[in-house]
């Protein structure tokens, strides 16, 4: 299992159990869920965070 998928998995259980604090935290978890994908991807090599902070700037 690649680094992205366990980091997506980190935050997904992360959110899960801030959700358990109340049904209205459900968009905190999908929140928590993109950012676990995102560091895993950026901790695997996947994400170059230079280069998309680049291509944001150029446009």
């Known amino acids: 299992m ?5 980091g997506l998995a980190v ?4 959110g899960v159990v ?3 604090l109340g049904l209205e935290k459900l968009v905190v978890v999908c929140a928590i869920g993109a950012l676990g994908y995102l560091i895993g ?3 695997a090599g996947e994400i170059d ?3 998309s902070i ?5 446009k």
């Open 2 to 6: 690649s680094l992205r998928y366990i």
């Open 11 to 14: 935050g997904l259980v992360v």
């Open 18 to 20: 801030w959700m358990a």
């Open 41 to 43: 991807g950026v901790l």
């Open 49 to 51: 965070i230079q280069r």
């Open 54 to 58: 680049d291509n944001l700037r150029r």
